[in-house]
């Protein structure tokens, strides 16, 4: 296969995502121009901030879709560390000495062909990877499974040597005992006990580790730690295939449509496989909307979903009366903030538009003795006189998500494209043995009040002070009185 070259730049955004056969012959094209593949790297944004991430959180997950460029990502960094030559628009964690670090796959096999093929290049072609060939010192072969590495020594920019060891899941928990490593890099999901023995070794270095890979085992226990449990260790970005840019915008929904059906969201948007267990069971493309500017005459609503250790959680949304359409237009979702600190955020989606709030907003405070509700009242947010209940005064739960999912699959919610918390929780909403799992779930339950009370929702001032004149130039019986 021949591969025509143009420069540098014209091609080095879409690498990442190219099949490994083109990508590796490239590369043999490439060295002859003395690039290598470090130097294409052009990290898309997603891959910025998972990189970036690094300097604050120890673990971190990458969960992206399948080709969208994830292992490459976890391959560039990898040798970024190994040589200590971190490009100009590095914003992540930077080691300034040698490191030890170990990179694993599920098998000896995929290890190889995939972790050690994008590292240090494919079979028989070493320094056709992401470590250039000029720093790779030495290698040895590991036991029992052809062609694999036990390791490779690495020229550090420092002079001294950085270490690579090739691990795998299989080995079992006990091969993943040893010394003090740096860095971890997961490539697919580890098992637990796996993850747990390779994160402790990064202990005594103060080191850290990350994982690369499509969530197809569903809400696993190392999945749920980074989805659901609050640590100030974790890391989570979510890259889908719309992130990735070397996939024509034509080619995704035939590669989408390639996926088995139960497998789609995971394979193509890093969303966790919940199969029959989800709650909203409907395709993102119902109830996704560009943003636009609202038309004036829609009245609007707040609602809010109360919380301090799992998030609190608000969202504003517009009503078109004539389509009985609901657009979420805003989402704002923090953990461990007072009351003063979300009316501050939320105060600039409007200070007249009034708030939905739960039953527990009737609950006492046990510091000041105030209703969480009045708290925010206080501090200048419009609150409803009452909780959030439907016209006949009940406010069940299953009744308000019939209601959600009624209008998803009717086209009477819409969801602005750029509310990515939103669509992370609508994604992972789903029930277990039948019953509501209650994690993630903050801005889908702050979305339940604001449907339950769309009724509610009203006009900006002036507009409703222009509707009463109007209305009052009727009653006395102006034939102009509707222009």
């Given at each position: 296969?021949?591969?025509?070259?143009?420069?540098?730049?014209?091609?080095?955004?879409?690498?990442?995502?190219?099949?490994?056969?083109?990508?590796?012959?490239?590369?043999?094209?490439?060295?002859?121009?003395?690039?290598?593949?470090?130097?294409?790297?052009?990290?898309?944004?997603?891959?910025?901030?998972?990189?970036?991430?690094?300097?604050?959180?120890?673990?971190?997950?990458?969960?992206?879709?399948?080709?969208?460029?994830?292992?490459?990502?976890?391959?560039?960094?990898?040798?970024?560390?190994?040589?200590?030559?971190?490009?100009?628009?590095?914003?992540?964690?930077?080691?300034?000495?040698?490191?030890?670090?170990?990179?694993?796959?599920?098998?000896?096999?995929?290890?190889?062909?995939?972790?050690?093929?994008?590292?240090?290049?494919?079979?028989?072609?070493?320094?056709?990877?992401s470590v250039p060939k000029d720093r790779i010192v030495d290698t040895a072969p590991a036991r029992g499974i052809a062609d694999l590495l036990d390791y490779a020594?690495?020229?550090?920019?420092?002079?001294?040597?950085?270490?690579?060891?090739?691990?795998?899941?299989?080995?079992?928990?006990?091969?993943?005992?040893?010394?003090?490593?740096?860095?971890?890099?997961?490539?697919?999901?580890?098992?637990?006990?796996?993850?747990?023995?390779?994160?402790?070794?990064?202990?005594?270095?103060?080191?850290?580790?990350?994982?690369?890979?499509?969530?197809?085992?569903?809400?696993?226990?190392?999945v749920r730690r980074f989805l659901t449990e609050n640590s100030p260790d974790r890391h989570d970005t979510n890259m889908t295939i719309d992130d990735a840019l070397?996939?024509?915008?034509?080619?995704?929904?035939?590669?989408?449509?390639?996926?088995?059906?139960?497998?789609?969201?995971?394979?193509?948007?890093?969303?966790?496989?919940?199969?029959?267990?989800?709650?909203?069971?409907?395709?993102?493309?119902?109830?996704?909307?560009?943003?636009?500017?609202?038309?004036?005459?829609?009245?609007?609503?707040?609602?809010?979903?109360?919380?301090?250790?799992?998030?609190?959680?608000?969202?504003?949304?517009?009503?078109?009366?004539?389509?009985?359409?609901?657009?979420?237009?805003?989402?704002?979702?923090?953990?461990?903030?007072?009351?003063?600190?979300?009316?501050?955020?939320?105060?600039?989606?409007?200070?007249?538009?009034?708030?939905?709030?739960?039953?527990?907003?009737?609950?006492?405070?046990?510091?000041?003795?105030?209703?969480?509700?009045?708290?925010?009242?206080?501090?200048?947010?419009?609150?409803?006189?009452?909780?959030?209940?439907?016209?006949?005064?009940?406010?069940?739960?299953?009744?308000?998500?019939?209601?959600?999912?009624?209008?998803?699959?009717?086209?009477?919610?819409?969801?602005?494209?750029?509310?990515?918390?939103?669509?992370?929780?609508?994604?992972?909403?789903?029930?277990?043995?039948?019953?509501?799992?209650?994690?993630?779930?903050?801005?889908?339950?702050?979305?339940?009040?604001?449907?339950?009370?769309?009724?509610?929702?009203?006009?900006?001032?002036?507009?409703?002070?222009?509707?009463?004149?109007?209305?009052?130039?009727?009653?006395?019986?102006?034939?102009?009185?509707?222009?």
């Open positions: 296969m021949s591969v025509s070259l143009g420069s540098q730049n014209s091609w080095a955004s879409i690498a990442s995502g190219l099949p490994p056969d083109q990508l590796d012959e490239i590369l043999r094209q490439l060295e002859e121009l003395q690039y290598t593949r470090l130097a294409l790297y052009q990290p898309y944004e997603k891959q910025k901030a998972f990189h970036a991430a690094g300097v604050s959180f120890r673990e971190r997950l990458l969960r992206a879709g399948n080709q969208n460029g994830k292992t490459f990502c976890g391959g560039c960094e990898g040798a970024y560390h190994l040589t200590g030559d971190y490009p100009s628009w590095w914003t992540g964690r930077r080691f300034d000495v040698p490191i030890m670090m170990w990179a694993a796959g599920v098998t000896g096999e995929t290890t190889r062909d995939n972790v050690q093929r994008v590292l240090l290049g494919p079979l028989g072609e070493l320094g056709a990877g020594k690495i020229r550090h920019v420092s002079g001294g040597l950085s270490t690579l060891r090739f691990k795998y899941y299989e080995q079992g928990r006990q091969k993943w005992q040893g010394p003090p490593v740096h860095v971890v890099w997961y490539d697919e999901e580890p098992p637990a006990d796996i993850y747990d023995e390779g994160l402790a070794r990064t202990i005594a270095t103060h080191g850290m580790a990350y994982m690369t890979f499509t969530p197809l085992l569903g809400m696993s226990d190392v070397h996939i024509p915008a034509e080619e995704r929904a035939r590669i989408i449509a390639s996926f088995p059906a139960h497998e789609r969201e995971a394979r193509s948007k890093g969303t966790p496989v919940l199969g029959s267990g989800r709650i909203f069971p409907v395709e993102e493309s119902l109830i996704t909307i560009d943003p636009f500017q609202l038309p004036p005459y829609w009245p609007q609503l707040g609602a809010m979903d109360f919380g301090w250790d799992h998030p609190f959680a608000a969202v504003k949304g517009a009503f078109d009366p004539d389509t009985d359409t609901i657009y979420i237009t805003n989402a704002y979702r923090a953990r461990q903030e007072t009351p003063i600190m979300h009316a501050a955020a939320l105060k600039p989606w409007g200070k007249w538009i009034p708030w939905a709030w739960p039953h527990d907003g009737l609950q006492h405070d046990k510091g000041s003795g105030d209703q969480l509700a009045k708290q925010y009242e206080d501090h200048g947010l419009n609150m409803m006189g009452q909780r959030a209940t439907f016209s006949d005064g009940s406010n069940g739960v299953e009744a308000g998500l019939m209601e959600m999912l009624d209008r998803m699959q009717t086209g009477r919610i819409k969801v602005f494209r750029h509310l990515n918390e939103w669509f992370e929780e609508f994604r992972l909403y789903h029930r277990k043995e039948g019953k509501v799992v209650k994690e993630a779930d903050d801005l889908m339950a702050a979305t339940r009040y604001l449907v339950m009370m769309i009724r509610n929702a009203l006009l900006p001032p002036e507009l409703r002070a222009e509707n009463r004149r109007k209305r009052e130039r009727q009653q006395a019986g102006d034939p102009l009185a509707g222009f």
